[in-house]
């Protein structure tokens, strides 16, 4: 039988474009499509051709079955180089080659400095203390001769948008995002060549603040974190046929002006009058008469670096479901889903009339509920231009995190067609995906992926609506395995542990900053936090098992390296534990107080001891995996002297834990921290004794919540992980849902049961952290994990339990797509499982010690369903006053919460 097999162009690094990337020698990996089973590949070649048609490298034909991250066989790639990269491969049972793919096309960048010659050029006076107006930014020049293509190279202080001759270069937003900008600023590579014709031509850019000028930060904040002077940095090269280069460079050649933007600041939103464009301000033959000169500035002492991820970009439009009369008579528009972006407007009216627009996640007592949003005002404003004719306004420089919009000031009846949001976000490939026969257990699973979303803006932030939107190393450190399934984020997070590492290792002490781009102020700034620094392993570690990067880990081994060496150091002068009073711990765990999310069941200390020996046992792994066998050596005692200093101190010799909490049993337990048998026995008695006294509500903040399901299930307490689960009652995963959440609250409680919103200052409705047990969802529940780093080795272990009668998951492997289902047909379980071409499975079903070990194709395998149908029971009366049953949901000690309005869960107490 015929088998046609074909694979696809190769991608390069973590480019899905792979123009003006900083790699000279970029590894290659590749996707075989074919339905033959079994299919694994015998050999490839690979060849890569010049721009000239000259061939640079040819494999020839090289046994192995290599295809992810493959080493680039050629020359490294000089400056501005392109080239084009096909592949073939052989395989499947008679050996045969496939055809040659597709060629992908990669070109570099500027890779040295010395390539730049454009100048740093400013508007900016540098007095102002206020917000400052969006900058236009242009130049004229001429072209002589005909064009055989042109790029521009560019980036700025700031956040910028180039045209030429009228049209917008590229659709990227918010560019170029957020880096360290003290350390490493990212340029982007336009090719521009259809843009430009021989005669006279403009380029300009629109240069708003930013995250460089523009206000940062909580308590009102601070402008100016990198400096005080926006700047802009464009070099365009234009080859010609003639085989010269004409450059056109930023320099005090440049003119500048204001123009309609007379606000633009990421917290607090934009206004925009109309009134003031300047019609074709970046075309030749504009007047610019009234225009001053730019000012040069000295060149920037950051790397000029280009991206290793994709950029942010509108990815959908979202119309309003409903449109709201609030009681005291406000129009509110309601977008069914609380987003990131920002509202694009269509409106006819007067001259000098002002639409007005206000963001927020939720709404209380029926009005927008503004004070979660602390000191963003998040509005945008419009002031027409009174032509006549509809005009469309969307914000450049801005984004907000919202469901709802109050509409002030439409001239006329409100029209809803007018107005539509604009979702943002790193235009990051979608990768994985869960389904079960739970609609709620999906609707948070849905919620999920809306936070990551609007959150992965350029960084991966704790929010995206209030005066914070920062890059909370904690949060990431949680989340970045539930991330790295879901979407292919290897390149983005990439980049942001490179400045992970160049904050850290600036830092006389290497300590990991708490935010990453670091704009907090020593002291709090300045000291070693337990979680949050180890997102200097974990986030490396999570996305090193999912994409099979070691060139990552490598990159990444000083700071980790650093990280660990800081806090054994400390944890040395405390006699083998940390003692540090100033931790965060178990961040937000529901029994906390609402003014003190620190103020934890779990020892801080305990969480902090934990975690040290969770990255020192994953770095002495890392140091194996890049051969450094004295390193790993040297953190494998490391950890064995750690894990005796933790049994003595927080280990009692029957298996109790110094704080007698769902995270501190869950920490030890996934982390192996329990000396003996014996012991992690009772520990996971205990944690199940635990979860059923709390009603299966749920108890951990940050540090327990990625870990409490595996904990249960590592220690035969699966069940109860599913129960808990299913909980809807607060604190748990659902109630949120049931309260008609859309995206993943930072508090459990961040609504309360009546529909207020939770007193804390800090109560964001869009954070991703406490949904890492997606995490469990896809792996445990759904079966379906990597069994080696990169997917060659697949895992499939369905973890059927509860009500749920069926779960699903697939995921875009660097092999291509690979699934496990299972549903309960009566007596029996039937699995279904995809294995892509040159990868294997191995299939663990329930009540079977050996597991089925399946090649490429699908698969459905039958075992017979288990039913356990013991009661899942609480004990104690969780419903009734007592400390440790107290549900934290601002309602401290009451009676049963009123049942949320989900569908009632079949398990209740008796
Ligand atoms: C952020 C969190 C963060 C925490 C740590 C909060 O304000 O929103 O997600 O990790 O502070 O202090």
Request: proline letters at 9%; one cysteine or more; glycine letters at 10%.
């Amino acid at each position: 039988m015929q088998h046609p097999t074909t694979v696809t162009a190769p991608v390069l690094e973590h480019h899905r474009l792979a123009l003006g990337i900083g790699e000279p020698a970029p590894r290659l990996s590749w996707r075989t499509r074919t339905d033959e089973p079994d299919w694994v590949q015998q050999a490839y070649r690979i060849r890569i051709v010049g721009a000239d048609g000259a061939t640079l490298a040819d494999t020839g034909r090289t046994p192995g079955a290599d295809c992810v991250l493959v080493p680039w066989p050629g020359p490294p790639l000089p400056s501005r180089t392109r080239a084009s990269v096909r592949v073939r491969v052989w395989g499947g049972a008679d050996g045969a080659p496939s055809p040659w793919s597709e060629a992908a096309t990669v070109e570099t960048g500027l890779l040295a400095p010395s390539d730049w010659c454009a100048r740093l050029v400013t508007p900016d006076t540098g007095d102002d203390e206020e917000a400052l107006p969006v900058a236009l930014l242009r130049r004229d020049f001429r072209i002589e001769g005909d064009i055989v293509s042109a790029r521009l190279y560019i980036t700025a202080h700031g956040t910028y948008e180039p045209e030429i001759n009228g049209a917008r270069v590229g659709d990227e937003v918010l560019e170029p995002g957020w880096t360290s900008y003290h350390h490493r600023l990212r340029y982007r590579t336009h090719d521009v060549t259809a843009l430009l014709r021989p005669g006279p031509n403009t380029i300009g850019a629109l240069l708003g603040e930013g995250w460089h000028s523009g206000r940062l930060g909580w308590d009102g904040g601070r402008r100016h974190h990198y400096g005080r002077h926006r700047s802009l940095l464009a070099q365009l090269e234009i080859h010609r046929t003639d085989g010269t280069t004409q450059l056109v460079t930023t320099d005090d050649h440049w003119t500048w002006a204001t123009g309609p933007l007379v606000r633009s600041e990421l917290y607090d939103g934009e206004t925009y009058d109309a009134r003031l464009e300047r019609d074709g301000w970046s075309r030749p033959g504009h007047d610019s008469r009234d225009w001053t000169r730019v000012r040069e500035l000295p060149p920037p002492t950051a790397r000029l670096t280009a991206p290793t991820g994709p950029p942010v970009r509108r990815t959908r439009t979202v119309p309003v479901r409903e449109v709201l009369t609030t009681p005291s008579g406000r129009t509110v528009v309601d977008f069914g889903q609380n987003l990131v972006g920002r509202i694009r407007l269509r409106v006819t009216g007067p001259a000098g009339h002002t639409v007005t627009l206000r963001h927020a996640e939720t709404l209380e007592n029926g009005e927008l509920a503004l004070r979660p949003l602390r000191q963003a005002s998040a509005t945008d404003r419009y002031v027409m231009r009174g032509t006549g004719a509809p005009e469309t306004y969307e914000p450049r420089f801005t984004l907000h995190g919202f469901r709802y919009a109050e509409v002030d000031g439409w001239p006329g009846p409100f029209d809803p067609t007018g107005v539509e949001a604009v979702v943002l976000h790193t235009d990051l490939e979608r990768t994985g995906w869960f389904e079960s026969s739970d609609p709620l257990l999906n609707r948070f699973h849905e919620n999920v992926v809306h936070s990551l979303l609007g959150n992965f803006v350029d960084i991966p932030t704790d929010c995206p609506q209030r005066d914070e939107r920062l890059g909370w190393t904690g949060d990431i450190a949680v989340f970045a395995p539930t991330a790295a399934f879901l979407h292919d984020c290897t390149g983005m997070l990439g980049g942001w542990l490179r400045d992970l590492a160049a904050e850290q290792l600036a830092r006389p002490d290497h300590s990991v900053p708490l935010v990453v781009p670091d704009i907090l102020d020593p002291p709090a700034g300045h000291q070693p936090h337990a979680l949050w620094g180890d997102a200097a392993v974990l986030v490396p570690w999570a996305l090193y098992r999912n994409s099979g990067d070691l060139g990552l880990l490598r990159a990444q081994y000083p700071s980790m390296t650093a990280w660990v060496g800081l806090v054994a150091g400390r944890a040395a002068e405390g006699g083998g534990v940390w003692r540090d009073p100033d931790q965060l711990g178990d961040w937000l765990d529901p029994a906390a107080p609402p003014e003190d999310p620190a103020a934890a069941r779990t020892d801080a200390e305990l969480v902090a001891a934990a975690h040290l020996i969770h990255s020192t046992d994953l770095l002495a792994e890392i140091g194996e995996l890049l051969d450094e066998k004295d390193d790993a050596g040297r953190h494998r005692a490391l950890a064995a002297r750690l894990r005796t200093a933790f049994a003595d101190e927080f280990v009692t010799p029957a298996g109790r834990l110094a704080s007698d909490s769902q995270t501190a049993y869950a920490l030890a337990l996934c982390f192996g921290l329990l000396p003996g048998e014996r012991q992690r026995l009772r520990a996971g008695d205990r944690l199940a004794q635990l979860v059923r006294r709390a009603g299966f509500r749920i108890a951990t903040g940050f540090a327990g919540t990625p870990l409490i399901c595996d904990a249960l299930s590592l220690a035969g307490h699966a069940r109860l992980a599913h129960r808990m689960v299913a909980e809807q009652h607060c604190p748990s995963w659902l109630y949120p849902v049931t309260m008609g959440a859309t995206t993943v609250w930072e508090r459990w409680d961040s609504m309360l049961p009546d529909g207020t919103v939770n007193p804390g200052q800090m109560t964001s409705f869009n954070h991703y952290a406490l949904g890492s047990v997606a995490d469990w969802l896809h792996r445990t529940v759904a079966g379906l994990s990597a069994a080696e780093p990169g997917w060659r080795r697949i895992r499939v272990s369905p973890s059927p339990g509860g009500t749920l009668t069926r779960a699903w998951a697939a995921h875009l492997t660097p092999y291509g797509r690979a699934e496990a289902g299972w549903r309960i047909e009566g007596p029996t379980l039937v699995v279904e499982v995809l294995v892509p071409p040159g990868a294997q499975a191995d299939i663990h079903l329930p009540g079977r010690s050996a597991p089925l070990t399946r090649g490429a194709g699908r698969h459905v395998v039958e075992a017979p369903h288990l039913i356990d149908d013991r009661p899942v029971t609480v004990t104690g009366h969780p419903f009734v006053a007592g400390s440790d049953r107290d549900c934290g949901c601002g309602a401290p000690n009451a009676a049963p919460h009123p049942e949320p309005h989900g569908r009632p869960h079949a398990e209740t107490p008796p």
